[in-house]
């Protein structure tokens, strides 16, 4: 060897002996930390506190006042990894302006995407509303390349969020591979307690896996038939949590977009969680979809309430869970304590905590926003606003859901005669069978309190500009048409129906009118004036739909009829029987809010009588001992008198619930 060469290789040896002595030991057996999981769910683009529908402020929702909490968090976990559950790039007029309106170049990223990459998301899922859009527009803007029909194999990779996104059970058509990774492994360095009680510097190895809800393939047959197909979630994860194990996976964290249902399993079931937990190797598991707060002692919410289902510690059949209500109301925390056992870190259930935050401090003011997402988003923002503030008609009667429940339709009509209207047209033009049949149009008020007091559509009097009409119709659905009989329509009513409580007459004390477990968007109704129906909430769920005429006469059992709806509701959205995607004529390609605005904009000037006054329903009348009653919006009662509602009146401003609810009584008599 040549000394020129000894002289290059000598110095190289003590840097190596360097560097091997800074390599970490292994972790002793014995060691403790506490790994939190921090959960986002159903954001739903609410990038901001803001509502671009009222176009005010609202402090309620928001990821730049989650990021608050995650900052709380990550202080009192320094060891956490943040992790969103998916339903995040559609649900706001942002939301729809980046994808319709004025679309993303390939160089831009999302702006809900530009948030999360500010607060340094570990890992995401997808949810169902992820598709709403089209595999394209998924494909682009996730900086994915999918390998379907419908998205163009030559296109370069765009810019996506800067953490990885994983989702298992959905596989291409063409290449029967799963759409997106199916898990990924984060090497999470973390800070631990030696046996000894010193602090000690380890590696946890976390496993990510995601899940959709099967039943997308209907809600989004349009996008998805042909190009894409989904396997259950149970095996699904029986097929990569063993995978994941052998590539050293020590900790497997479920993120699954839906609820908890023990109904019989089905590989396309919604909510098929319960049956996830109960699959061998999942450690923990971040759930959504249902828009619910869990952990929750005080739920009524049907789900939560199953065996194995700890609605106090936030357990299903032992696993540690948690949903985050949705709209970043709330942060799901998981604070996984964890005992290395000298091969690998392993979970000390009995030490883990879980619960779910709130935005909303104990003095009903909430936590302060990051400055800085504003000022990320703020162009975005702005022309959000821009574009939503456009006019398209007027409107001489304030349009509003607040009082939708006991039979107020100015907020529901008009999108029944646009769905109709749009229905009878494309009959007319391309359908001449059905050219004999009854068109009737079916809709629900989509905002009705769930999220809030603030959480109605409320359209006032003047104007009616594009952020209206994004209120009246809050989703990017299609229009379908379905061919139902006057039997399936009345089961169809009846279903709707269970948005009531079975109220007893005899019951002296107060009865809760609001099945708050049947949700106002799956309270379908109709606004014609050749339709009548009561419905009669003394009756159990079933039999509760009466004196159901058509022009005058009662519908029969074989009598047909032409529906509008969406593609939500005529593919199985909502488990009303009937509707599984069999009596779907018409699967337009139109959206039902731009068929809406179209309809506005042709009739220019909107009236009470001819566009908020053909109410179908009424409850049938009943003596009740005790009063019925129900929560809404305090300081609007004349919005039910203005819409001929006078069975109503005030029990109280102030409900006592803390909300801001008021409540109010029902008088079934009259």
């Given at each position: 060897m040549s000394t020129a060469l000894r002289l290059l290789i000598l110095p190289i040896a003590p840097v190596l002996l360097a560097a091997c002595s800074t390599l970490p030991a292994s972790t002793p057996a014995g060691s403790t930390a506490t790994l939190a999981l921090l959960e986002t769910t159903d954001l739903h683009a609410n990038v901001l506190s803001y509502d671009y529908y009222k176009l005010q402020d609202e402090p309620s929702i928001g990821l730049e006042r989650t990021a608050a909490l995650i900052a709380q968090a990550?202080?009192?976990?320094?060891?956490?990894?943040?992790?969103?559950?998916?339903?995040?790039?559609?649900?706001?007029?942002?939301?729809?302006?980046?994808?319709?309106?004025?679309?993303?170049?390939?160089?831009?990223?999302?702006?809900?995407y530009k948030a999360m990459n500010l607060l340094k998301v570990d890992g995401g899922g997808i949810g169902n509303h992820e598709f709403n859009y089209g595999l394209a527009f998924l494909s682009q803007v996730t900086g994915n390349r999918f390998d379907v029909d419908s998205v163009d194999a030559a296109r370069p990779r765009c810019a996506g969020p800067q953490f990885p996104q994983v989702l298992a059970n959905v596989y291409s058509v063409k290449s029967g591979k799963p759409l997106f990774a199916p898990y990924h492994i984060i090497d999470k360095q973390i800070t631990a307690a030696g046996a000894d009680g010193k602090a000690i510097t380890s590696t946890v190895k976390v496993g990510i896996i995601s899940f959709a809800p099967p039943?997308?393939?209907?809600?989004?047959?349009?996008?998805?038939?042909?190009?894409?197909?989904?396997?259950?979630?149970?095996?699904?994860?029986?097929?990569?949590?063993?995978?994941?194990?052998?590539?050293?996976?020590?900790?497997?964290?479920?993120?699954?977009?839906?609820?908890?249902?023990?109904?019989?399993?089905?590989?396309?079931?919604?909510?098929?969680?319960?049956?996830?937990?109960?699959?061998?190797?999942?450690?923990?598991?971040?759930?959504?979809?249902?828009?619910?707060?869990?952990?929750?002692?005080?739920?009524?919410?049907?789900?939560?309430?199953?065996?194995?289902?700890?609605?106090?510690?936030?357990?299903?059949?032992?696993?540690p869970t948690v949903m985050a209500s949705l709209w970043g109301k709330h942060l799901g925390v998981i604070g996984l304590r964890l005992r290395h056992d000298g091969k690998q870190w392993v979970i000390d259930k009995a030490q883990t905590t879980v619960e779910a935050r709130g935005i909303q401090n104990a003095d009903k003011s909430y936590v302060q926003p990051?400055?800085?997402?504003?000022?990320?988003?703020?162009?975005?923002?702005?022309?959000?606003?821009?574009?939503?503030?456009?006019?398209?008609?007027?409107?001489?009667?304030?349009?509003?859901?607040?009082?939708?429940?006991?039979?107020?339709?100015?907020?529901?009509?008009?999108?029944?005669?646009?769905?109709?209207?749009?229905?009878?047209?494309?009959?007319?033009?391309?359908l001449p069978q059905y050219a004999h049949l009854p068109v009737l149009s079916m809709s629900s008020p989509f905002k009705s309190g769930s999220a809030g007091v603030t959480d109605y559509t409320d359209v006032k009097a003047g104007n009616v500009a594009l952020n209206n009409a994004a209120d009246l119709y809050l989703y990017p659905n299609a229009l379908y048409g379905v061919r139902m009989t006057g039997a399936e329509l009345k089961a169809w009513l009846e279903h709707s129906a269970q948005r009531f409580n079975t109220i007893d007459p005899a019951k002296a004390a107060p009865q809760e009118l609001i099945n708050t477990a049947h949700p106002s968007y799956n309270f379908d109704t109709i606004t014609s004036k050749d339709v009548r129906y009561e419905i009669d909430v003394t009756q159990p769920p079933g039999q509760r739909i009466k004196r159901l005429s058509y022009k005058g006469k009662a519908v029969g059992a074989q009598q047909e009829f032409?529906?509008?709806?969406?593609?939500?509701?005529?593919?199985?959205?909502?488990?009303?029987?009937?509707?599984?995607?069999?009596?779907?004529?018409?699967?337009?390609?139109?959206?039902?809010?731009?068929?809406?605005?179209?309809?506005?904009?042709?009739?220019?000037?909107?009236?009470?009588?001819?566009?908020?006054?053909?109410?179908?329903?009424?409850?049938?009348?009943?003596?009740?001992?005790?009063?019925?009653?129900?929560?809404?919006?305090?300081?609007?009662?004349?919005?039910?008198?203005?819409?001929?509602?006078?069975?109503?009146?005030?029990?109280?401003?102030?409900?006592?619930?803390?909300?801001?609810?008021?409540?109010?009584?029902?008088?079934?008599?009259?």
């Open positions: 990550r202080t009192q976990f320094p060891n956490n990894l943040l992790l969103d559950n998916g339903d995040t790039i559609q649900g706001t007029a942002l939301a729809d302006y980046q994808a319709l309106v004025k679309p993303l170049a390939c160089d831009q990223t999302l702006a809900i039943t997308i393939m209907s809600w989004d047959k349009r996008w998805l038939e042909g190009r894409v197909y989904t396997q259950g979630v149970r095996e699904t994860a029986e097929k990569f949590i063993p995978e994941m194990r052998a590539r050293g996976a020590e900790l497997v964290v479920a993120i699954s977009h839906g609820g908890l249902d023990n109904s019989p399993y089905s590989p396309t079931m919604e909510n098929g969680n319960y049956y996830l937990s109960q699959v061998p190797g999942v450690d923990a598991m971040l759930i959504g979809h249902s828009h619910q707060l869990f952990p929750n002692a005080a739920s009524t919410v049907p789900q939560f309430n199953l065996p194995g289902v700890d609605k106090v510690k936030g357990l299903v059949h032992g696993v990051d400055p800085a997402i504003a000022k990320l988003i703020a162009a975005e923002h702005a022309a959000t606003i821009a574009y939503v503030q456009t006019p398209v008609g007027a409107t001489d009667f304030r349009m509003s859901t607040y009082f939708a429940d006991v039979g107020d339709i100015s907020a529901i009509e008009v999108v029944n005669q646009a769905q109709a209207g749009y229905l009878a047209a494309y009959v007319k033009a391309n032409l529906i509008a709806t969406n593609n939500y509701r005529a593919s199985g959205g909502g488990n009303f029987p009937g509707l599984d995607g069999s009596k779907t004529v018409l699967a337009s390609p139109d959206n039902n809010r731009e068929l809406l605005i179209a309809y506005i904009t042709q009739q220019k000037n909107l009236t009470r009588a001819n566009n908020g006054a053909a109410r179908s329903w009424r409850f049938a009348r009943a003596a009740t001992k005790g009063p019925v009653v129900f929560h809404t919006a305090p300081d609007v009662l004349d919005l039910a008198q203005a819409a001929g509602i006078d069975n109503v009146t005030l029990l109280k401003a102030d409900d006592g619930a803390g909300k801001g609810f008021a409540l109010y009584q029902l008088d079934l008599s009259k």
